[in-house]
């Protein structure tokens, strides 16, 4: 009996002008979705990155006071790297995360401020895929990112950001949730594969804490982005899983 298999994904809607980026840690957005913002600046689109945490329980060998500035800099200088020049941490702590007001709150906030078309977030499912378990605060952050994002636009939800003058925004048209196992869209990324690359590079400090497979940027990604480009019909690409919102 032949193994059933996985459908075509479709394109992403590339009609809009700007994106908010909301992950867990300094890195996230890095294993596999880096490559998709150096395509979308490239085309002129402004990203932002917002950060939960500042990765500061990350690298075993290095105590988190020490780690946390260290990972906030190799975040920024990797976001640099494919034309992401705002970056933000929201100062939860690292590795306990917690779904909940204080989160959404702060996710909506952020939305608020920057007034994006799209949001994205990374995978917040139970695994990758089969048997390997997803980490918590992506859980977390994932599942607050989709209720902060409809939070943004309802005024009556968090009075306190009127006070702040953070007026309602309910302009997200879509959220996308990179490398989602239930994704059904993709965006080719072979032109800026190289960019995602090195662009993982840049945290070169968590990288060399972390050792094993997933320290091997080119390797790990061309296996992600080969996979998702085969769905697709080209040599790389992204994979999403897209959550319409009007």
Same mark, same amino acid.
């Given at each position: 009996m032949t193994e059933p298999q996985p459908q075509p994904f479709e394109p992403v809607d590339e009609d809009w002008q700007t994106a908010l980026v909301v992950v867990a840690h300094p890195d996230d957005m890095e294993y596999g979705g880096a490559a998709a913002v150096a395509r979308w600046t490239d085309? @002129? *689109? *402004?990203?932002?990155?917002?950060?939960?945490?500042s990765g500061e329980a990350g690298i075993d060998g290095m105590e988190p006071e020490r780690c946390g500035p260290l990972r906030e800099a190799e975040q920024?200088?990797? $976001?640099a790297v494919v034309g992401v020049d705002t970056v933000e941490f929201l100062g939860h702590p690292d590795g306990v995360v917690e779904y909940g007001l204080p989160l959404r709150r702060d996710i909506a906030r952020a939305?608020?401020?920057?007034?994006p078309d799209i949001v994205i977030t990374s995978n917040f499912?139970?695994?990758? @895929?089969g048997s390997f378990l997803n980490q918590a605060d992506h859980i977390a952050v994932g599942r607050a990112t989709l209720d902060g994002v409809r939070d943004a636009g309802n005024r009556w939800v968090f009075r306190e950001l009127i006070d702040e003058g953070h007026e309602p925004w309910d302009g997200v048209r879509q959220i996308w949730v990179a490398s989602s196992p239930e994704s059904g869209h993709a965006v080719d990324t072979t032109?800026?594969?190289?960019? @995602?690359? $090195?662009?993982?590079?840049?945290? *070169? $400090?968590?990288?060399a804490g972390l050792g094993g497979a997933m320290a091997d940027a080119r390797g790990f990604l061309e296996g992600v982005g080969r996979g998702a480009g085969t769905r697709l019909g080209t040599r790389f690409a992204v994979a999403f899983e897209v959550f319409p919102l009007r």
């Open positions: 085309q @002129g *689109k *402004k990203v932002v990155y917002v950060m939960a945490t920024i200088a990797s $976001a939305v608020r401020r920057h007034r499912r139970d695994t990758w @895929g032109e800026t594969f190289d960019r @995602g690359v $090195a662009s993982l590079e840049a945290h *070169k $400090a968590y990288l």
